[in-house]
């Protein structure tokens, strides 16, 4: 029992991560219908901007992620005004292709400037203490990756929920044509997007470092595409349902590593994938919607 | 008769083409005018043809997005080097081992996925391809993660000369069969199609184990000539490349996917010593082809025989 919650408690935390990741996966799907494969990517330079502010600015963890938040969210709008605005009305799989480009680029760009050895997250930053609750040893990093993941998700909430712009975009995931008549500026609404998704990304870039201690250029690809199961779980383009298929995905994880075969785990979260996409392909949450022709 | 007469003719001008063509490269590799360098060169280069080719046919003439073509790529070659290296085996039962398993798998995977379109199906074959290479992570018997090492080396230009020809051959002469216009009726309007009485899912699901079969041939001469495979060398990034050469070649366009494989091949043998810099190369190509033109450089246009007499005669 003491097993079981202390898995628990670890997949919580990693959960959170997956979350925030597939939030900014289903957030674009649900706004332009684009799997933007650069998602986990720009989480990837989240997590090098934010070490790059602990090292070299000096900043406290908080701060570092504001930085790698805003940058991030910058880097995402100028991803989709140069390389996705363009193919808005070509194929998709065109802009699935740009995307998969896009992550490469990224990816290469870092090692080339970076080199592709990985970087040791400084402790210093984040020192670690142990907390024996009922047995269950709990962490702070665990505590302060749940912690601010469900604050930027209850920020995200609230945006969507209450604000013009929030409304703007659920009016433009719904029908992009019905809200350009009604005068909602479609363009700036999906860079709006890609900046909430790219900060939430970066956000869950800097978990990571603390989390694994550790970041290189190619750490995005993994957990990209785990949140991206994590986000088709839930039902792509539904909010609520990234949060939840996040945590699923963190807990299944832990669970899987815990009490069976670590080396199994990735392709535990693909076969996840696999049948929720045979047994109810539009997610938990997704409603089916009938084909027209 | 006349007509007849032509088209045996043409067949004969071709054959003699490809035996000419056949002969120079196996007489260059004789002398030593083809050193090992490009030795390797040419044949990533004859094993990228044979997956472009194959993955056009799902991707470009069946439009379903797979992106789990690594993946039967590893099942050929893990099958081939169980036949040939633990078995002992000759070559030619591990190609049709390799060919066979790899076609299974296909057919295993398509039946459930490709109920899926677009999206949906993109993402559940990346995910079948990145689950093989997990089981063959954990099966001992073909080394885990370290891989199988130590395979002879029995790929020789003969053999990756005719599997191409071949690959291309079989793919092309189904695309122009009434199979392959069920095909085309499937990408070009799948509800239209099975109104017309197509049996959309069987189509699809042939197109995918044909595919699939000459991606485990691509693995099976993989296999054999850099004399070990890891289940690391088949993961989506391999998959992704052999979509990018689709996608540049033109999708459901058989000589683009030709072109775009030796293209691809030459760029990342020119570039190999700057792997960093060629990935960025890479990348930036695949962007600014979509962007300028996404269609691919032939769009869904061969270049056939026809086109070289047009071009020969004069005329446009």
Known sequence: ?293 | MHEKKKTWLTFIFEVIVLAVLFTIVQYAMTVGLINQSYQINITSMCINIILAVSLNLINGFTGQLSLGHAGFMAVGAYASVIMTNNLGMPFIVGILVGCLAAGIAGFLIGVPTLRLKGDYLAIATLGFGEIIRVVLQNIDYVGGPAGMVGITRLTSWPWLYAATIVTILVIVNLINSSYGRAIISVREDEIASELMGINTTSYKVLAFVVGAMFAGLAGVLYAHFFYIIKPETFGFLKSFDIVVMVVLGGLGSTTGAVIAAIFITFLTFALQKYAAVRMIIYSLILIIVMIYRPQGLMGSKELTRKTFARIWSGKK
């Not at chain 1, 709008?77 to 799989?93: D, G, H, M, Q």
């Not at chain 1, 990985?118 to 962490?139: D, M, N, R």
């Not at chain 1, 785990?226 to 832990?254: D, H």
């Open chain 1, 1 to 293: 029992m003491i097993e079981f919650a202390q898995q628990l408690v670890n997949g919580l935390s990693l959960g959170a991560i997956y979350a925030l990741i597939a939030l900014g996966y289903t957030m674009v799907y649900g706004i332009i219908k684009l799997i933007n494969f650069a998602h986990g990517d720009v989480m990837m330079v989240g997590a090098y901007v934010g070490f790059f502010s602990i090292t070299l600015l000096g900043t406290n963890i908080l701060a570092a992620m504001l930085v790698a938040m805003l940058f991030c969210a910058i880097l995402g709008v100028i991803i989709e005004k140069v390389a996705y605005r363009p193919l808005r009305n070509s194929t998709r799989i065109a802009a699935l292709i740009t995307a998969i480009g896009v992550s490469l680029f990224l990816e290469y760009i870092t090692i080339f400037i970076l080199g592709p050895a990985q970087k040791v997250f400084p402790s210093s930053a984040f020192p670690i203490t142990e907390y024996h609750i009922a047995g269950i040893s709990i962490l702070n990093k665990n505590i302060f990756v749940f912690i601010s993941a469900v604050v930027l998700m209850l920020i995200l909430q609230y945006i969507i929920k209450w604000t013009k712009t929030g409304k703007a975009m659920r009016a433009v995931s719904l029908d992009m044509e019905a809200a350009v008549l009604m005068g909602i500026s479609v363009d700036k609404t999906i860079s709006i997007t890609f900046a909430i998704g790219s900060a939430l990304a970066a956000a869950a870039g800097v978990m990571v470092g603390v989390y694994y201690n550790t970041i290189n250029p190619l750490m995005g690809i993994i957990p990209g595409l785990k949140a991206f199961v994590a986000a088709v779980l839930g039902g792509i383009g539904i909010i609520p349902g990234a949060m939840v298929g996040g945590f699923v995905m963190g807990l299944l994880e832990t669970m899987v590593s815990g009490y069976g075969n670590s080396m199994y785990r990735d392709a535990v979260a693909f076969g996840v994938l696999i049948l929720i996409l045979l047994i109810k392909p539009t997610g938990l949450f997704g409603k089916n919607t009938g084909e027209k022709v």
